[in-house]
C-alpha cells in the first residue's frame, strides 16, 4: 500500500544552523504533499504545503523541495531558533481523486542553545 | 475565536466501555476528520467527512464509529470492539481535502 518515509527520527542541531528533513513518498499519483509541526500536548500546525506542480516553496525561513521524478521532499529550515524544536511530520496526498493523506512518523526536531 | 476544540483533554474508560471523543468547529469547514496518534508512528485516519450526513471509513476503522448530523460537529465513539484504544486522538477540519487542515488539541485516552 502506499506509504511515507521520513528521515531523521530525530535531529539535533545548534541554534542557528540549518535543519533538513527528508521524505520519500510510494505514490506516484500523490499531488499534495504538506508539512506540520507539533508542539507538545498540542494538535499539529501547518508550516508549509506544496503541489506537484511546483518544485520549490519558500516562506522567509522555511522552504519545500519536491522532487516528482524521484518521489521525495524536504523541509528546510534556516537560522534555527529554539521555537523550531518540536516534532515535525510530513504528509503526501493518496492517489488522484482522494485527498487523504497518508503521514510520516515524524522527525523530533532539538535546537541546541 | 474560531478554532477546533476537542473535549475532554484527558479520559479514562474501563475495558469493555464505549466512549465518546467530543470535537466541534466553528470555522464552517465541510471536510472533518478523526486521527489516531501512537509514540513513533504518524497520524492515521479512523473516519473522515465531507459533508454532513455523510462519512467514510478510513484506514483504522474497525472498532471506532462517528455520526455527522450537523456540519459543526463530528463525535467519535470508540467501542469495546477496538483492542487497543489506548492513544492520543485528534482531531481536524478543513475547507476542502487539500488545502490547511486546523487540528483540535487532541484527547488522551486511556483503558484502565
Known amino acids: 500500500g502506499e506509504n511515507v518515509e521520513q528521515h531523521p527520527s530525530t535531529l539535533s542541531v545548534q541554534e542557528g544552523d540549518s535543519a533538513v528533513i527528508k521524505c520519500t513518498y510510494s505514490?506516484?499519483?500523490?499531488?499534495?504533499f504538506p508539512w506540520y509541526k507539533q508542539e507538545l500536548g498540542k494538535g499539529p500546525q501547518l508550516i508549509i504545503d506544496?503541489?506537484?506542480n511546483v518544485g520549490e516553496k519558500k516562506d522567509q525561513r522555511i522552504a519545500v523541495t519536491l522532487n516528482k521524478t524521484a518521489k521525495h521532499f524536504s523541509l528546510h529550515i534556516t537560522e534555527t531558533q529554539p521555537e523550531d524544536s518540536a516534532v515535525y511530520f510530513c504528509a503526501a496526498s493518496k492517489g488522484l481523486g482522494n485527498y487523504q493523506l497518508i503521514w510520516g512518523a515524524g522527525t523530533k526536531l532539538i535546537i541546541k542553545p | 475565536d474560531g478554532g477546533i476544540t476537542q473535549s475532554p483533554k484527558y479520559l479514562f474508560r474501563k475495558e469493555g466501555q464505549n466512549v465518546t471523543l467530543s470535537c466541534e468547529q466553528n470555522l464552517n469547514h465541510d471536510a472533518m476528520y478523526w486521527y489516531r496518534q501512537d509514540p513513533g508512528q504518524g497520524l492515521r485516519l479512523i473516519y473522515y467527512?465531507?459533508?454532513?450526513?455523510?462519512?467514510q471509513k478510513g484506514d483504522i476503522a474497525e472498532g471506532y464509529s462517528v455520526s455527522r448530523e450537523k456540519k459543526e460537529s463530528f463525535p467519535l465513539t470508540v467501542t469495546s470492539a477496538q483492542k487497543n484504544p489506548t492513544a492520543f486522538y485528534l482531531c481536524?477540519?478543513?475547507?476542502?481535502?487539500?488545502?490547511?487542515?486546523?487540528f483540535g488539541q487532541g484527547t488522551r485516552l486511556t483503558v484502565v
Open positions: 505514490d506516484s499519483a500523490s499531488n499534495y
Open positions: 506544496i503541489r506537484s
Open positions: 467527512s465531507q459533508i454532513v450526513n455523510d462519512f
Open positions: 481536524a477540519s478543513s475547507i476542502q481535502f487539500d488545502t490547511e487542515a486546523f
